[in-house]
Nanobody, 124 residues
């Protein structure tokens, strides 16, 4: 029902910045929470940030608070993840995902729809 396509990943040096984009289509976005989830090699999936499409409310993992910002563009059906002060520990595949509002807590990695992911690599 909801299709998600990520873009904007790449290779950056520690301390640098990237902005990831998630293009959403095919659903009633007001019913969904959109999240960014990342997975590093050999690690479990990890909650990064969420935004409630309907009202713009946001949540962040403690590890990225103050460095990452999630936002949306209602007119373009886009969700962004602005990543500043990147660290090597941020290296991972970043996924955009969607779930019905209220289905799970903000930090949950349970989602109904997933994008294909975009690689972020931070070198030291």
């Amino acid at each position: 029902q909801v299709q998600l396509v990520e873009s904007g990943g790449g290779l950056v040096q520690a301390g640098g910045s990237l902005r990831l984009s998630c293009a959403a289509s095919g659903g009633i976005l007001s019913a969904y929470t959109i999240g960014w989830i990342r997975q590093a090699p050999g690690k479990e999936r990890e909650f990064v940030a969420t935004i409630i499409w309907m009202n713009g409310g946001t949540s962040y993992a403690d590890s990225v608070k103050g460095r990452f910002t999630i936002s949306r563009d209602n007119a373009k059906n886009l969700v962004y993840l602005q990543m500043n002060s990147l660290e090597p520990e941020d290296t991972a595949i970043y996924y955009c995902a969607a779930r019905l509002v209220g289905r799970a807590s903000a930090s949950s990695t349970l989602y109904d729809f997933w994008g294909q992911g975009t690689q972020v690599t931070v070198s030291s």
